[in-house]
């Protein structure tokens, strides 16, 4: 069984910075992408960031030039670098990835998620 753990959220003011990581951990697989979603209170889920495992990057238009994800393809981890955080970025943190088990089956595993809190 895989399980993604977050690290890194925490209470931050505005116009700072945070590094988020997690880290995948249990059976072998090979993930070919990895990401980061949010959800704030009362809102659903929304996109951050994504990487595949060629390095391919995307973000939501929100975290543009201020948020970079990176990934180590080698330990399945992924990191999201956020800066310049604004108040409205107040959210749980969640990863996700999707890949392939040994067996060659198909697998996406989300994270507990970890709190990011940005205040005035």
């Known amino acids: 069984q895989v399980q993604l753990v977050e690290s890194g959220g925490d209470l931050v003011q505005s116009g700072g910075s945070l590094r988020l990581s997690c880290a995948a951990s249990?059976?072998?697989?090979?993930?070919?992408?990895m990401g980061w979603f949010c959800q704030a209170p009362g809102k659903q889920r929304e996109f951050v960031a994504t990487?595949?495992?060629?390095?391919?990057?995307n973000y939501a238009a929100s975290g543009k030039g201020r948020f970079t994800i990176s990934a180590d393809n080698a330990n399945n981890t992924v990191d999201l670098q956020m800066s310049s955080l604004k108040p409205e970025s107040t959210a749980v943190y969640y990863c996700?990835?999707?890949?392939?088990?040994?067996?060659?089956?198909?697998?996406?595993?989300w994270g507990q998620g970890t709190l990011v809190n940005v205040s005035l």
């Open positions: 996700d990835a999707e890949g392939r088990t040994v067996e060659g089956s198909y697998i996406e595993v």
């Open positions: 990487i595949t495992s060629g390095g391919i990057t």
């Open positions: 249990g059976s072998t697989f090979m993930f070919y992408n």
